[in-house]
C-alpha cells in the first residue's frame, strides 16, 4: 500500500506493481492536486556532454555540507539519468533546443546546466505522466482517503487505517508492506510556499509508531517568494536566466552559483539592514519571460497584481522544503518492519544537509522506484499481515471522541496560526538557543490547547473540519520534534543556521541528527554518517 | 476589511434541496475567497465544504464561480469585489454534479472520463538509452495541452453535456489530443479509434464554449478539431459520420456546393434501408412546404471546376 | 452601403425562405448586393482546415478584388469565414495558400476582406436609429425568443476582438427591441441547437432541440428568431421529431432573422415566405396580422 499520491508515491506504486506486486494507493488528495506541481524550475540528471555522475555526485556532496551518505550519493548521481529519461520516454515534453536535444538549466550552486525543464511546470508536467503511467499499470486509487494511523502488530507495520472522505467510512487496509510517500511538512511554517496538504502526516505516523526522524532542523527556504497572499514561489530558474535580486535598488553581488541557503542568508541579512529586497526579472525582457516562465507571469498577475515585465517584486525567503525525514535505508526501508518512506516525507543520506537545487523531482523517481521495488520485494517473501480486527473499531472510537458541538472558543486556525508565525520567526532561516527554547515552551503550550480542541462538524461526508484537525497534530508532533533536532545541532550546517553557532563544527557536527518519540516526547540523539 | 459572503450549500444526497448560507468576516486586505472560505469554516460553520490544496491558482482543485464569474478561490482577491458592496456570492462550477457544497463531483464528469480515453504514452522505444531528437515545436503543442490543470470550465461551458452527460468532454479530449502530436507515442491510432466511438469526439459540437471557457488558452475546442481532422485522414471514424464528410466534400467537388438531400441519403448509406425510411416524415412535410432541395438534380455553380482542383491539390497533399 | 453577397448553401437548399427575404429586406433598407456566385460552400466546419482555408481564401480573395466586404445570412459561414479570415491574417500561411491554391487561377488573397452577417450589418453599418426610422410595423406584443447560433457569438477572437464588438453579443435583443416587439429571453440564446451532431448523436441533437424551444415555449415566447439556417434547420426542421423523442409539445415557430426584420418592414407573412416553415407560423402570422 502506498500512502501519497504525488510523484514518489506514483513512482514506488508502479515499480511495485512492476515487480509483480499487488498495489494499490491511496492519497488524501487527487495525484493531480498534489504538491509535486510545486516543482517547477526543472529536473536534474548528468545527461549533458560536459557531465557526468561523478560531477553531479560532487555537486550534491557540496550542498550536502558534509552530511550526505557517500554510498547513497553515488548509487543516486549513477541512477538518475535512467530515471529521468524513463520519463521522457513516457511522455514528458522537455524543451528542446533547436538541434532537437534537450535544454538544460542551471539551478543553484549545480556546476553545470543539468535540469532538463517543461517550461515552468516542471513539476505539473512529470505529475501527469507519472500519473498517466500509474493508470496505464491498472493499480486501484483511492483518492480523497486520509490514514489516520499504522496499523502495528508485534513490531511489524502490517497495514493502516484510513477515512474515506467521500463516503464518511472509516476503512482497514492490510497490507504486506506499507510506503509511506506524504510530502514534506513545511505547512507548519506561515508563509509557506508549499499546498495546504504539506503537513507532514506520514512523518508523524512513523513518528508516533517510535521511527526515528532525521536531520528535521535542515529545512530549506526558498529565497524568492512574494510574501503577500499566500506566499507566491517564484521559480530560480529566473535568476538562472537573467533575473536579479536587488536590495534597496542594487544588485546583490555573489548570488551568482550561490547555493539555496547562502542566497536566503544574504536577503535576510539585507532586510535586517533595513533595505527592500525585491527581484528584479525585467531585463529578461517581456516577449522571453512570458514565453519562459507563463505560469510565472500569469500567477504574479492574478496573485500579486504584478507585472513581472515591468515591476519589481518584493521578496523574503519562506519556507519551502525539508531536507530530513523518516530515516530510511538506500532502498526506502525504515527501521520497522514492513514500513517504507520515499520522497520529500523520507531521509535516506543523499541530501545531507542541503539538498542540491533541482534534485527534488529527480529523488522522487529514482528513491521511489527504488522503494517499490524493495517493498515488493519484502511482501513477496514476508508472511501474510495479520490486521488485529479491533484496530479498526478502536480507531473510529478514537474519531468519534473527537467531535463534539461543545462550545469552544479556541480553533485548529487560531493554534496554526500561531504555530506558524511562531515556527517562521523561531526557528526560521536563522536560529539561536533562546528561540529554539521559547519555541519549544511555546508549541507545549499549544499542544496543551490542541487537547481541549473538538472537532465540530458532525456530517460525515468531506468533514474537512476533521482533516484540518488531525493535519493540525502531524504538525505539532513535527515541530516539536524540529526545535529539538534543531537546538541539538549547535552549529551551523547547510541549512540550519544559528546566530549563536555561526561557524561549521567539523569536530562534533558531522553526524545525522536523529528525533525519536519517548514516552510521547521527543528524544533528540545522533547518528554517525557512513563514511566512504 | 469586512466581507459578507453568500454561499451555496447542498448536503450530499440527490433530494437535498440547494440553498444559500451567508457569513460575515473580518479579512486582511490582501486576502483571497480560499481565505475567507478558510475562516468561515474554521470560527463560525465547520460544516463549510469546499476543496483546494495548492493555495496558488495552479492545481485546478478550487474552481468556483464568484459572483456569476469562474475563479480560482485560492487566487480571487475579495478586496475589488467587498469594495462594491453587497454578498459576495460563491458557488459551484455549473452544469457539474455537486456532492456537497462546493465540493463538485469531479470523478463523475472529469476523472471517470479522462480514464476511458487510455489517456497513457504507449511508447515505441520504452527501453531506448539514447536521448532523441526531437523537434521542439511539437514539444511545444504538447506542453501546451498538458498546461491543463483539469479545473474543470470547460467541461462547465460544453453545451452538450448537459444534454448528453454521458459525452466524454472536452477536458478529457482535449488531454488525448496532446497525443497527435508526440512521436515518441504508438498508440495514437488505438486512442483515436477508442474516441471515435459515440460519446467521443464526434459528439462535440465544436461550439466553442470550451475554448471560451479555458482559463489557460488552451482552446480545447480547435484541439478536438484537430484531433477530428486528424482522425479523418487516418480513416478512422464512425461510418455514418465517415459518409456525411465524404458526401459534402464529394458534392462540393461535384458542383461547388451542397447538395443538401443526397447528403442526407448518402449520411444514412444508400442500402440503409431503416435509416432512409427513418428520413420519409421530414422529407414528406418539406416536400409539402416547398422546401426540400432535390437531391442529385443539383445546379453546378460556375467555378465549380477551379474549386474542385483546389480540393483535390489540398486532398493529394495531405496524403 | 454595398455588400460582395455570399448566401450560402442552405438558404437556397433546405431554406429557400431565406434567400428571397433577405434579398428583398435588403432591398427595402437600400443595402445594394452584389451576389457572389463563382465561389464554393464555406465547409461548414465539416470540411477539414485543409481543405476549407484555400477555398474560403479563393472567396476572400474575390471579393477583395470586387472591392466589397463580404455579407453573409448564415452565422455558420459568418462563423468559418471568420475563423479561416484570422488564421489567414498570418502572412506565411496566406502566402503558402496564395501560392499552392490561388495563384494557378491567377488569384492572390492580400488579407484585407472584412466579412458581416447581416445582423451585423443593420445594427453597425446601417445603424440601430436609422433602422428604427423604417420600421412601419412595430411587432407590438410579439414575444421573441433569440436564438444566436454559436458562431455569431464564439470564438472570443474572431468575433468580439475588441471591446466595441462585444455589443455583438446583444444585437437580437436589440434588434428585437428595435421593432417593437417584446423579449422572452432564455438562458439556451447561446447555445448549440444541435444541428452539428445530428449525424453522429441524433439523440444528443433533438435533445437540443427540444430543450432551447421548450425553454422559450414554457416562458410564453410566441416565436423564437435565429440568424442561422442550420440553427432554423434543427428548431424548425427537426421540431416535430424532438417532440416525440422527449414526449412533449413544443409547437414554436421560428423565424429567420430577415423574416422578423422584414415583417416589421411592412413585408407580409407570405412575402416573406412562413408557410415554408415545418412549423406552423400560422400564430404569428395572425399576431401580426392584426397588428397595425
Known amino acids: 500500500m502506498v500512502v501519497g499520491g504525488g510523484a514518489a508515491g506514483l513512482r514506488a506504486a508502479i515499480a511495485a506493481k512492476q515487480a509483480g506486486a499487488k498495489v494499490a494507493l491511496l492519497s488524501k488528495v487527487h495525484p493531480l492536486r498534489t504538491n509535486t506541481a510545486l516543482a517547477q524550475g526543472g529536473i536534474n540528471a548528468p545527461l549533458g556532454a560536459d557531465d557526468s555522475p561523478e560531477a553531479y555526485a560532487g555537486d550534491i556532496l557540496a550542498a550536502g555540507d558534509g552530511l550526505c551518505d557517500p554510498a547513497v550519493v553515488q548509487s543516486f548521481a549513477l541512477a538518475a539519468a535512467d530515471a529521468v529519461m524513463w520519463l521522457e520516454r513516457m511522455g514528458t515534453p522537455f524543451n528542446r533546443g533547436a538541434d532537437g536535444r534537450f535544454d538544460r538549466r542551471r539551478f543553484g550552486s549545480n556546476s553545470r546546466a543539468r535540469s532538463l525543464y517543461v517550461d515552468d511546470r516542471t513539476g505539473h508536467v512529470v505529475m501527469q505522466v507519472l500519473y498517466e503511467q500509474f493508470q496505464r499499470a491498472g493499480i486501484p486509487l483511492f483518492a480523497d482517503w486520509f490514514v489516520t494511523s499504522l496499523v502495528i502488530d508485534s513490531a511489524r507495520c502490517v497495514g493502516v487505517t484510513a477515512l474515506g472522505l467521500r463516503s464518511g467510512t472509516m476503512d482497514g487496509f492490510a497490507a504486506r508492506a506499507v510506503i509511506l510517500a506524504t510530502g514534506g511538512f513545511t505547512r507548519m511554517y506561515l508563509p509557506s510556499t508549499v499546498s495546504m496538504g504539506t503537513t507532514g502526516d506520514g512523518q508523524n505516523l512513523a513518528y508516533q509508531a517510535g521511527v526515528p526522524l532525521m536531520n528535521l532542523e535542515m529545512v530549506q527556504f526558498h529565497p524568492l517568494v512574494y510574501p503577500g497572499g499566500n506566499a507566491l514561489m517564484i521559480s530560480e530558474a529566473v535568476l538562472a536566466e537573467g533575473g536579479q535580486i536587488v536590495a534597496g535598488g542594487q544588485p546583490i553581488a555573489n548570488l551568482a552559483g550561490a547555493t539555496r541557503d547562502k542566497i536566503c542568508m544574504a536577503i535576510q541579512q539585507a532586510a535586517r539592514d533595513g533595505a527592500a529586497v525585491a527581484l528584479d526579472l525585467t531585463m529578461i525582457g517581456g516577449q522571453r519571460l512570458r514565453a519562459r516562465f507563463p505560469q510565472t507571469v500569469e500567477l504574479l498577475r492574478t496573485v500579486a497584481g504584478l507585472d513581472a515585465t515591468k515591476d519589481s517584486i518584493p521578496i523574503r525567503p519562506v519556507a519551502h522544503r525539508p531536507v530530513g525525514g523518516i530515516e530510511t535505508t538506500i532502498a526506502g526501508q525504515t527501521p520497522m518492519h514492513g514500513l517504507f518512506a520515499c520522497g520529500e516525507c523520507a531521509c535516506n543520506g543523499l541530501n545531507g544537509a542541503g539538498r542540491l537545487a533541482g534534485n527534488i523531482l529527480t529523488e522522487a523517481v529514482v528513491f521511489g522506484a527504488r522503494a517499490g521495488e524493495a517493498a515488493a520485494a519484502y511482501a513477496k517473501a514476508a508472511s501474510a499481515p495479520s490486521f488485529p480486527a479491533e484496530r479498526l473499531e478502536e480507531e473510529k472510537k478514537r474519531l468519534e471522541a473527537l467531535v463534539s458541538t461543545d462550545k469552544c472558543e479556541d480553533t485548529a486556525g487560531h493554534i496554526h496560526a500561531e504555530l506558524g508565525a511562531l515556527m517562521d520567526r523561531n526557528a526560521g532561516a536563522i536560529r539561536d538557543a533562546a528561540g529554539l527554547q521559547a519555541a519549544r515552551d511555546r508549541i507545549h503550550a499549544l499542544k496543551e490547547r490542541y487537547a481541549r480542541l473538538r472537532v465540530r462538524n458532525q456530517s460525515a461526508i468531506y468533514n474537512y473540519d476533521l482533516v484540518a484537525y488531525l493535519e493540525l497534530g502531524s504538525m505539532l508532533n513535527l515541530a516539536e520534534a524540529l526545535v529539538v533536532a534543531a537546538a541539538a545541532r549547535k552549529e551551523s550546517r547547510g541549512a540550519h543556521r544559528r546566530s549563536d553557532f555561526p561557524a561549521r563544527d567539523d569536530r562534533t557536527g558531522i553526524s545525522h541528527t536523529v528525533v525519536t518519540m519517548v514516552q510521547g516526547a521527543p528524544q533528540a540523539d545522533t547518528r554517525a554518517v557512513v563514511a566512504l | ?319 | 452601403m454595398k455588400y460582395a453577397f455570399y448566401p450560402g448553401c442552405v438558404s437556397k437548399g433546405g431554406c429557400p425562405e431565406l434567400y428571397p427575404s433577405a434579398v428583398r429586406v435588403a432591398a427595402k433598407l437600400g443595402i445594394e448586393l452584389e451576389e457572389m456566385k463563382d465561389v464554393a460552400c464555406t465547409g461548414a466546419g465539416v470540411l477539414p482546415q485543409y481543405i476549407s482555408d484555400p477555398i474560403n481564401a479563393r472567396t476572400f480573395a474575390k471579393a477583395e478584388r470586387m472591392g466589397l466586404p463580404i455579407m453573409t445570412i448564415c452565422s455558420t459561414c459568418q462563423g468559418v469565414f471568420g475563423q479561416a479570415n484570422l488564421r489567414l491574417q498570418d502572412a506565411e500561411y496566406r502566402a503558402r495558400i496564395n501560392r499552392e491554391y490561388l495563384a494557378e487561377e491567377g488569384l492572390e488573397y492580400k488579407g484585407t476582406t472584412e466579412i458581416k452577417h447581416l445582423l451585423w450589418v443593420v445594427m453597425e453599418d446601417y445603424g440601430a436609429d436609422k433602422l428604427k426610422a423604417m420600421v412601419s410595423k412595430p411587432l407590438k406584443g410579439l414575444k421573441v425568443s433569440p436564438f444566436y447560433g454559436c458562431f455569431l457569438r464564439r470564438p472570443p477572437e474572431v468575433v468580439t476582438p475588441t471591446k466595441e464588438s462585444n455589443a455583438r453579443k446583444t444585437y437580437l435583443e436589440k434588434l428585437i427591441d428595435i421593432v417593437g416587439a417584446e423579449l422572452t429571453d432564455i438562458s439556451g440564446k447561446g447555445k448549440c441547437c444541435g444541428f452539428p451532431v445530428l449525424t453522429a448523436n441524433e439523440e444528443s441533437s433533438l435533445g437540443m432541440t427540444a430543450k432551447h424551444t421548450g425553454e422559450a415555449k414554457s416562458k410564453g415566447a410566441d416565436c423564437m428568431v435565429t440568424p442561422c439556417p442550420l440553427c432554423h434547420l434543427s428548431l424548425d426542421g427537426n421540431q416535430p421529431r424532438a417532440e416525440q423523442q422527449e414526449g412533449k409539445s413544443i409547437g414554436l415557430p421560428i423565424l429567420h432573422m430577415p423574416q422578423f426584420l422584414g415583417l416589421a418592414l411592412g413585408f407580409s407573412p407570405a412575402e416573406m415566405y412562413l408557410k415554408r416553415h415545418i412549423v406552423s407560423t400560422m400564430a404569428v402570422e395572425s399576431k401580426v396580422n392584426m397588428m397595425t
Open chain 2, 1 to 319: 476589511m469586512q466581507a459578507k459572503f453568500s454561499v451555496y450549500r447542498k448536503e450530499p444526497g440527490a433530494h437535498s434541496k440547494p440553498g444559500r448560507s451567508t457569513y460575515t468576516v473580518e479579512l486582511a486586505d490582501d486576502a483571497t475567497v480560499m481565505d475567507a472560505l478558510l475562516k468561515i469554516r474554521d470560527e463560525q460553520d465547520p460544516t463549510l465544504g469546499f476543496r483546494g490544496s495548492c493555495l496558488h491558482g495552479y492545481c485546478g482543485d478550487c474552481t468556483v464561480r464568484v459572483n456569476g464569474k469562474a475563479a480560482f478561490s485560492c487566487t480571487a482577491r475579495v478586496a475589488p469585489l467587498a469594495a462594491k458592496g453587497g454578498e459576495i456570492a460563491v458557488e459551484p462550477i455549473r452544469n457539474m454534479p455537486v456532492v456537497k457544497d462546493l465540493i463538485s463531483d469531479w470523478d463523475a464528469f472529469l476523472w471517470e472520463k479522462i480514464d476511458s480515453t487510455k489517456p497513457w504514452m504507449e511508447p515505441k522505444d520504452a527501453d531506448g538509452a539514447a536521448e532523441p531528437q526531437i523537434d521542439d515545436k511539437l514539444m511545444a503543442r504538447v506542453r501546451q495541452a498538458m498546461s491543463c490543470n483539469y479545473c474543470g470550465l470547460c467541461d462547465e461551458g460544453c453545451t452538450v453535456l448537459p444534454v448528453d452527460f454521458k459525452f466524454v468532454g472536452p477536458a478529457a479530449l482535449t488531454k488525448a489530443s496532446r497525443f497527435l502530436f508526440d512521436p515518441r507515442d504508438q498508440a495514437t491510432a488505438e486512442r483515436l479509434r477508442i474516441l471515435e466511438r459515440p460519446k467521443g469526439m464526434w459528439d462535440c459540437v465544436h461550439c466553442f464554449e470550451a475554448s471560451e471557457h479555458c482559463p489557460r488558452e488552451i482552446a480545447p475546442t480547435e484541439r478536438i478539431v484537430e484531433m477530428r481532422d486528424e482522425a479523418f485522414k487516418r480513416g478512422i471514424t464512425n461510418e455514418k459520420v465517415a459518409r456525411h464528410h465524404l458526401s459534402f466534400a464529394a458534392s462540393v467537388k461535384r458542383s461547388g456546393w451542397l447538395d443538401e438531400g443526397r447528403l442526407a441519403i448518402e449520411s444514412e448509406g444508400l442500402t440503409n434501408v431503416s435509416g432512409l425510411m427513418k428520413l420519409l416524415p421530414t422529407a414528406a412535410k418539406a416536400i409539402a412546404r416547398g422546401k426540400a432541395p432535390i437531391p442529385y438534380l443539383h445546379p453546378k455553380r460556375p467555378g465549380a471546376d477551379r474549386i474542385a482542383r483546389i480540393i483535390e491539390k489540398a486532398e493529394a497533399k495531405e496524403k
